[in-house]
């Protein structure tokens, strides 16, 4: 896990929405992106449309991760964990 999946992790323990990240992180959007679609490839975390609406099937974060919401998983939460 890089560092920044880590630090990322540690705002996904509740739902979170993308612009809230954008915000708290701090990071450009290539960055906040880029990030969030290497823990989505792990199964680290769920993307949703709503707080309660997973989406499933495919998920292009690059192009649609700023209307999405973001969830940690329990792979991804054990993983953070770990470290």
């Excluded at 915000?23 to 823990?39: C, H, I, V, Y």
């Excluded at 495919?58 to 470290?83: P, Q, S």
Aim: charged share 30%.
């Amino acid at each position: 896990m890089t560092e920044d999946e880590f630090d990322l992790l540690d705002e996904l323990y509740f739902v979170q929405p993308y612009d809230y990240l954008q915000e708290t992180m701090g990071w450009s959007e290539d960055r906040l992106l880029n990030t969030l679609k290497s823990l989505h490839d792990k199964a680290f975390i769920k993307c949703l449309s709503a707080p309660d609406d997973e989406l499933f099937g495919a998920i292009n974060i690059l192009e649609n991760g700023k209307e999405m919401l973001f969830l940690a998983t329990k792979k991804g939460l054990m993983a953070h964990n770990a470290l």
